[in-house]
């Protein structure tokens, strides 16, 4: 393998792995919301352990995205599971908001 070839392939893994990032964070943000909001809107707690409970939950559920996305084989698949849960989760949001 040339020295040309090497350059081009770490090159090639480096932008998937910075798209990797990048939707793994747009992603990580977008549920990780959504989760808390639905977790908020049950008000089973008063707010203080509330808060504290959202703040442990919201780092978890970020990594855990994250880790999900970035071990993904392919960018579709990691968007596909990703937008079916926040699909899910928006739908739970306005069925409590509006019901």
Excluded: E
Excluded at 53 to 64: A, D, K, N
């Amino acid at each position: 393998m040339g020295a040309k070839m090497k350059t081009q392939l770490i090159s090639n893994i480096a932008a998937s792995m910075w798209t990797k990032t990048l939707l793994a964070v747009i992603w990580g943000l977008l549920i990780t919301t959504s989760l808390l909001f639905n977790l908020n809107n049950t008000h089973w707690l008063d707010p203080d352990a509330m808060l504290l409970l959202g703040t442990l939950l919201s780092f978890v559920l970020w990594v855990s995205v994250m880790v999900y996305c970035l071990c993904s084989q392919h960018l579709w698949q990691a968007s596909k599971t990703c937008f079916a849960s926040l699909f899910l989760s928006v739908l739970i949001n306005l069925g409590q908001i509006y019901v």
